[in-house]
């Protein structure tokens, strides 16, 4: 299998690309910009890495639907279940 | 899944592999979904807390968030090496596969070290699990993941010992790499998100 | 495979399904050879069937610990503070403690184990043709992890400061801070009793799944699984989607009470509603992990005993699906009064009462099933039947507490009481021991006794209902559970009568459980030799010997089939197996 | 003979709990019936040998279906209706708080009730704050506030008579709110399990006519607090 080193290549741009971002994130965090758009940034700046390490690392780009429902079903679910805890604990009474 | 059906209604099938993939990778996946709701259920309770309780700006002020970087990128480089050794699992490259095999084991270690380190100062500095709702959350969260860490580290270890000795390659074994990788970047996905909850807001 | 049918209509319709047929011997025989030594092959066997006996066998252990606290209960609750026969009088603080194992035992040790345990691992590999679980170590694995949480719930009954006292429901603060109840080391072995438990069956269901989608054999597409297989993986699916948060509710619970944090104490920042909603999120879906199995087993009998094929596959199908959707979104119906935010009500209301449809769709369906059959009354058909109509009654009082409304004053009551016992008891105890007489003979290779079988069946039925009809009333009248006795209420003498009623009817419930004791015993030595298909069933675990091969198959079975072919008009037999090729398939066999 | 499964409702909302539970009970009981009925019917008319073979029913044609489906669907719309009736119920019952003539604030802990009344102030927090043990009175035809408090563990306060239950949650205050129809004792009972003394937090509504409520109030909460308990249990 000769495409194996471009694989690696690829494999190591991402690393790149992650550290690259894990940087810009930490830099954002000492910028002094408001307080939400820097917590806006930071997550998706974390949702981005984590897209690329799903994506090329764990090879979801390649996948089947299956692999896709399994994954999302529960995310949905742990978004779903926190919202509805918001009235509960955020606006307690 | 139609496809399937096609497929499984010919009476033709790879053996174990009903639906062409391996069990393995159907497995892990299955396990993983099961992680996605335990560290969702904590995340999310966790966010909630903290926009309730108004931010807890100043405790986390005392987390050491350059140690935590540094921690990420540990981790990050780590799932890199993870990867590079499947690519050369796969393309019968065993040295390579051995010697990327143990630098992951190695970051996963250096990890863990200097997480203890971070422990040992907050705690030296009277933060302790019961000093306060945020510290809570912060040794709950990074010492369930610190755990799986340590699982993660042992799998590979001995994906390591069977890389040395070969025993990897028989009969197509080299593919329990790439499920033990699926769960080590797991494990790398949960800390990118918890680095930005704990030490950068 | 089935003795005395030709070679010939086994062998596969195309060479390349031969092919894959010899290829998965090739591929999976030499996986585990047959194992030699005694503790290789009864202790730690990786074979799904010993596994599952295994199962099978805690799960009616640990039901001796739960059947012994209900009469613990109910004599307390009929006759208050008097002398129990066989245990003496009991406190209100071990009364507490007693609720709480019984309540415990029974979900977790008894009705999981048994229903998923015992009957999952033993026929989901039968069933698809497979030769073995996709995971045999992790299997074995999980088996052992169970057994380590029961013992560690034993033992918890006997730690100083006594077993957990708060309620199977455990909730905060109550089971937080052990100055409430006294409890100190019960409480938290009781948590890692839970974390075991849970870690097991995460373990089973990732097999059950895994082995479900890639192991089936030739032609066993999706559409012709067995209900029962269906049934089992949708509850895995959901055991496997909602049990985490509690996970992560368990280890915030065991922080609180070893490492001084306090995520549910309010003077420390905590709230209780967040263990209620952690520990409801999985609550709920849990009923449906356990009552989705015992439809499955009833599911498999009621066709073979009227000898009709299922009414609606393929609706039931998606009905189960959409039952165990919805039980994700329905939990806050028990927190309806806990002082949750009430604009969440009338939401949580309508879903839960949504629920009803695809109940009410799968009882249909299984009422269309025996109608304008052939019935034939044997033991196993005699429990499904009975575990159906009580179900029904289960599933209608389910209404009353899904509406909020209503809930308000049935909440916490006798009533709910009554109510979950009409839906667990007969999907654990009549689907159960439906499963237990139906595959007892491919289990062990011999029947049961039909008479003690009946017997066994007519003392439950009586029984069971006269335990738990007084409690719906004693519930109407407001009388609030774990209620250690009533006499300091004056509303509520005039139901104590009915308390006695109850307790009466349930010493001749437990009584009548002696007659399945011996009958399992009886007939495991004395019980006449079982044919490979005793009962003329079409689906795959019935094509082979009785008990099953080490890997289940003398060659891997090529499905031609939907799994209930029953009464076909114009052919000889009543029932067609599902290995036995279609009509188009014959011409492939005469070329051969 | 059915009315008597539920106890005799005494307070103003009961009223629409026990519409809404007599709609369901008849809903469903009408299906429960139906349900058991067919089913009987077909065990009796087709035991084995009643026919010679069994019908090859595999309900997979749409026509077949709709003995299900068409069930099912009334199902569905009995339910919305069910709803409808519950959630109007829910909303004037714990939606909202209608002005009240009294407030009293409820303090459970392990394993007693305890009321505190505003005083002749009117007022909470002042120092002729009035509390109780265990019995809490209030005039017939008023609407009276409650905010739950609770010192320990969660509790529920629950008055069969009224159909009112609200659990006590620790870290909260749960208001909510009654109005009883006609003087009388009720009692009170404790419906969360909160510890070995769960079975007897036992406690009692004396609900009184306005002018003996006007008396009981008049030498209860005349500052002489010493006594103020022995007042509240000679009633």
Same mark, same amino acid.
């Given at each position: 299998m000769t495409t194996a080193d471009n694989h690696d290549r690829e494999y190591i741009m991402i690393w790149v690309w992650l550290v690259a971002l894990l940087v810009t994130g930490t830099l954002i965090f000492m910028l002094p910009i408001?307080?939400?758009?820097?917590?806006?940034?930071?997550?998706?700046?974390?949702?981005?890495?984590?897209?690329?390490?799903?994506?090329?690392?764990?090879?979801l780009k390649s996948e089947r639907m299956l692999v896709y429902a399994i994954a999302a079903v529960p995310l949905v679910l742990a978004i779903g279940f926190a919202l509805v805890l918001i009235p509960d604990i955020i606006f307690r009474r | 899944?139609?496809?399937?059906?096609?497929? *499984?209604?010919?009476?033709?099938?790879?053996?174990?592999?009903?639906?062409?993939?391996?069990?393995?990778?159907?497995?892990?996946?299955?396990?993983?979904?099961?992680?996605?709701?335990?560290?969702?259920?904590?995340?999310?309770?966790?966010?909630?807390?903290?926009?309730?309780?108004?931010?807890? *700006?100043?405790? *986390?002020?005392?987390?050491n968030w350059r140690l935590g970087a540094t921690n990420t990128f540990v981790l990050l480089t780590s799932s890199c090496t993870m990867i590079m050794a499947l690519s050369a699992a796969r393309t019968g490259r065993r040295e390579r596969t051995a010697h990327f095999l143990l630098a992951t084991v190695l970051l996963g270690l250096t990890f863990l070290g200097i997480k203890g380190i971070e422990y040992t100062r907050e705690i030296s500095e009277g933060f302790t699990p019961a000093s306060g709702m945020f510290w809570s959350f912060y040794f709950l969260l990074t010492g369930l993941h610190g755990i799986h860490v340590?699982?993660?580290?042992?799998?590979?270890?001995?994906?390591?010992?069977? *890389?040395?000795?070969?025993?990897?390659?028989?009969?197509?074994?080299?593919?329990?790499?790439?499920?033990?990788?699926?769960?080590?970047?797991?494990?790398?996905?949960v800390w990118i998100f918890l680095f930005p909850l704990l030490y950068l807001s | 495979m089935t003795p005395g049918r030709p070679r010939l209509r086994r062998t596969n319709p195309t060479p390349t399904a031969t092919e894959t047929g010899i290829q998965m011997n090739i591929a999976i025989a030499p996986h585990h050879q047959a194992e030699t030594s005694f503790i290789r092959r009864y202790i730690f066997s990786t074979d799904h069937k010993v596994i599952g006996k295994q199962y099978m066998l805690l799960s009616l252990t640990m039901a001796i610990i739960g059947g012994f606290t209900a009469y613990l209960i109910r004599w307390?609750?009929?006759?208050?503070?008097?002398?129990?026969?066989?245990?003496?009088?009991?406190?209100?603080?071990?009364?507490?403690?007693?609720?709480?194992?019984?309540?415990?035992?029974?979900?977790?040790?008894v009705a999981m184990p048994f229903l998923l345990g015992a009957f999952g691992n033993y026929l989901i590999p039968l069933m698809i043709g497979a030769r073995d679980m996709a995971f045999p170590r992790l299997n074995m694995m999980s088996f052992w992890t169970i057994f380590v949480a029961a013992a560690v719930l034993t033992v918890s009954m006997f730690v100083p400061g006594g077993p957990a006292a708060a309620g199977w429901t455990a909730y905060t603060p109550l089971s937080d801070n052990p100055i409430y109840t006294g409890v100190t080391w019960g409480q938290n072995l009781w948590l890692l009793a839970l974390a075991l438990e849970f870690a097991s069956f995460l373990m089973g269901g990732i097999n059950f799944l895994t082995t479900t989608l890639n192991m089936r054999a030739p032609g066993m597409t999706l559409w012709r699984l067995p209900l029962f297989v269906w049934l089992e993986v949708t509850a895995a699916v959901v055991f496997l989607l909602s049990v985490g948060p509690l996970v992560a509710g368990a280890l915030m619970l065991l922080a609180d009470r070893t490492l001084g944090t306090g995520f549910f104490r309010p003077d420390r920042g905590g709230d209780p509603l967040l263990w209620e909603h952690l520990f409801w999120? $999985?609550?709920?879906?849990?009923?449906?992990?356990?009552?989705?199995?015992? /439809?499955?087993?009833?599911?498999?009998?009621?066709?073979?005993?009227?000898?009709?094929?299922?009414?609606?596959?393929?609706?039931?199908?998606?009905?189960?699906?959409?039952?165990?959707?919805?039980?994700?979104?329905?939990?806050?119906?028990?927190?309806?009064?806990?002082?949750?935010?009430?604009?969440?009500?009338?939401?949580?209301?309508?879903?839960?009462?949504?629920?009803?449809?695809?109940?009410?769709?799968?009882?249909?369906?299984? =009422?269309?099933?025996?109608?304008?059959?052939?019935?034939?009354?044997?033991?196993?058909?005699?429990?499904?039947?009975?575990?159906?109509?009580? $179900? =029904?009654?289960?599933?209608?009082?389910?209404? /009353?507490?899904?509406?909020?409304?209503?809930?308000?004053?049935?909440?916490?009551?006798?009533?709910?009481?009554?109510?979950?016992?009409?839906?667990?008891?007969?999907?654990?105890?009549?689907?159960?021991?439906?499963?237990?007489?139906?595959?007892?003979?491919?289990?062990?290779?011999?029947?049961?006794?039909?008479?003690?079988?009946? =017997?066994?069946?007519?003392?439950?039925?009586?029984?069971?209902?006269?335990?738990?009809?007084?409690?719906?009333?004693?519930?109407?009248?407001?009388?609030?559970?774990?209620?250690?006795?009533?006499s300091s209420y004056n509303f509520l003498a005039p139901v104590q009568h009915l308390h006695v009623i109850a307790t009466i009817a349930t010493i001749g419930l437990l009584v009548g459980q002696f007659a399945v004791v011996v009958n399992f015993a009886w007939s495991m030595a004395r019980g006449k030799k079982a044919a490979a298909n005793p009962w003329h069933a079409a689906t795959l675990e019935w094509a082979t010997d009785s008990p099953?091969?080490?890997?289940?198959?003398?060659?891997?079975?090529?499905?031609?089939?939907?799994?209930?072919?029953y009464s076909v008009p114009g052919e000889a037999n009543d029932w067609i197996a599902q290995t036995e090729p279609a009509i188009g398939h014959l011409s492939h066999v005469a070329a051969d | 003979m059915l009315t008597g499964l539920l106890p005799a409702n005494a307070s103003t909302f009961g009223g629409d709990i026990d519409h809404v539970f007599w709609l369901i009970f008849w809903i469903v009981g009408f299906w429960f019936v139906l349900a058991e009925g067919v089913l009987a019917y077909s065990l009796v008319r087709y035991r084995k040998g009643s026919s010679k073979r069994a019908a090859y029913l595999r309900g997979d044609s749409v026509r077949q279906l709709a003995w299900v489906l068409v069930p099912a669907a009334i199902i569905l719309c009995l339910d919305l209706g069910i709803d409808r009736a519950g959630a109007s119920a829910w909303d004037r019952i714990k939606g909202g708080i209608p002005p009240a003539a009294t407030t009293v604030r409820i303090t459970a802990k392990q394993f007693n009730w305890n009321f505190t009344y505003p005083g002749p102030d009117g007022k909470f927090g002042t120092a002729d704050d009035v509390t109780v043990e265990n019995d809490l009175h209030v005039p017939a035809g008023k609407v009276v506030r409650f905010e739950l408090r609770s010192e320990d563990v969660i509790h529920s306060f629950f008055v069969p008579e009224f159909r009112l239950k609200q659990d006590v949650v620790p870290g909260?205050?749960?208001?909510?709110?009654?109005?009883?129809?006609?003087?009388?004792?009720?009692?009170?009972?404790?419906?969360?399990?909160?510890?070995?003394?769960?079975?007897?937090?036992?406690?009692?509504?004396?609900?009184?006519?306005?002018?003996?409520?006007?008396?009981?109030?008049?030498?209860?909460?005349?500052?002489?607090?010493?006594?103020?308990?022995?007042?509240?249990?000679?009633?």
């Open positions: 408001s307080k939400t758009a820097a917590i806006a940034l930071i997550f998706g700046i974390a949702a981005v890495k984590a897209i690329l390490v799903l994506r090329d690392y764990m090879h | 899944m139609d496809r399937e059906l096609d497929a *499984a209604g010919s009476g033709i099938f790879e053996p174990g592999e009903t639906i062409g993939m391996p069990i393995g990778k159907v497995g892990v996946w299955w396990f993983l979904a099961s992680e996605i709701m335990v560290f969702g259920g904590l995340i999310g309770t966790f966010i909630l807390f903290r926009i309730a309780h108004g931010g807890w *700006a100043d405790e *986390a002020a005392h987390v340590i699982a993660g580290i042992i799998i590979n270890a001995t994906l390591y010992v069977a *890389a040395i000795r070969g025993t990897l390659w028989s009969g197509h074994h080299e593919e329990r790499l790439e499920f033990a990788g699926l769960y080590w970047h797991f494990v790398d996905v | 307390q609750l009929a006759w208050p503070e008097t002398d129990i026969p066989g245990w003496g009088a009991i406190g209100p603080d071990n009364y507490n403690a007693i609720i709480t194992m019984h309540g415990t035992v029974m979900v977790f040790f999120f $999985f609550g709920h879906p849990e009923v449906y992990v356990v009552a989705l199995p015992g /439809f499955g087993i009833m599911l498999e009998v009621l066709p073979v005993f009227a000898r009709k094929p299922i009414f609606g596959y393929r609706t039931m199908v998606w009905s189960t699906v959409a039952a165990g959707a919805l039980s994700f979104v329905v939990w806050a119906h028990h927190m309806f009064v806990s002082g949750m935010d009430p604009r969440l009500a009338t939401p949580f209301s309508v879903t839960t009462i949504l629920i009803s449809v695809p109940f009410a769709i799968l009882v249909f369906c299984m =009422i269309a099933t025996v109608w304008g059959g052939s019935i034939s009354f044997t033991t196993p058909m005699l429990f499904a039947l009975g575990g159906l109509a009580s $179900f =029904i009654v289960g599933g209608v009082t389910g209404i /009353f507490l899904g509406s909020a409304t209503t809930d308000i004053f049935l909440h916490g009551t006798y009533f709910v009481v009554a109510h979950f016992h009409y839906t667990l008891f007969p999907v654990t105890f009549f689907g159960g021991f439906a499963g237990l007489y139906y595959w007892y003979p491919k289990m062990f290779g011999r029947m049961m006794n039909e008479t003690l079988g009946k =017997i066994h069946f007519w003392l439950t039925f009586v029984f069971f209902n006269a335990v738990f009809i007084p409690l719906f009333a004693v519930g109407l009248r407001g009388n609030p559970r774990r209620i250690y006795e009533m099953p091969p080490h890997e289940n198959f003398e060659h891997v079975p090529v499905v031609y089939r939907d799994a209930y072919e | 909260r205050t749960i208001a909510g709110w009654f109005q009883a129809d006609k003087p009388g004792t009720y009692e009170i009972a404790c419906s969360e399990l909160c510890g070995f003394g769960h079975y007897s937090m036992h406690g009692n509504v004396v609900v009184q006519s306005a002018k003996d409520y006007e008396a009981w109030s008049h030498d209860s909460w005349t500052p002489k607090t010493a006594s103020n308990k022995s007042n509240a249990d000679s009633d």
